[in-house]
């Protein structure tokens, strides 16, 4: 069992940046695969980014060049860098992680074992 605890939500102005975190539980989060993904409501759960445990990196097309996803393994935390943020990223940002769930599975949320509560970010005009 692992569990996810998100931090870092808040509101920022349409161009703005925010750092998002994700402390887990277990040391063993370095052999796991983790990612973010965002709900919306009526859109459902959306893959954001992902890393798996090799460090190799995914990310939806959509924030290429302006997210990055790292993690810092000797703190058991994840972190998420969100850059030019716009008003269509406002979301609730999920941590999750999955001990066999390859990171490309960006666009399977529901291969992801483990979920945090969320974090709201709101991006305005």
């Known amino acids: 069992q692992v569990q996810l605890v998100e931090s870092g939500g808040g509101s920022v102005q349409s161009g703005g940046s925010l750092r998002l975190a994700c402390a887990a539980s277990?040391?063993?989060?370095?052999?796991?695969?983790m990612g973010w993904f965002r709900q919306t409501p009526g859109k459902g759960r959306e893959g954001v980014a992902t890393?798996?445990?090799?460090?190799?990196?995914y990310y939806a097309d959509s924030v290429k060049g302006r997210f990055t996803i790292s993690k810092y393994n000797a703190e058991n935390t994840l972190y998420h860098q969100m850059n030019l943020l716009k008003p269509e990223n406002t979301a609730i940002y999920c941590c999750?992680?999955?001990?066999?769930?390859?990171?490309?599975?960006?666009?399977?949320?529901?291969?992801?074992?483990?979920w945090g509560q969320g974090t709201q970010v709101t991006v305005s005009s």
């Open positions: 999750a992680a999955s001990y066999d769930t390859p990171g490309y599975f960006l666009d399977r949320p529901y291969m992801w074992a483990y």
């Open positions: 277990r040391s063993s989060s370095s052999r796991y695969s």
């Open positions: 890393i798996d445990s090799t460090g190799s990196t």
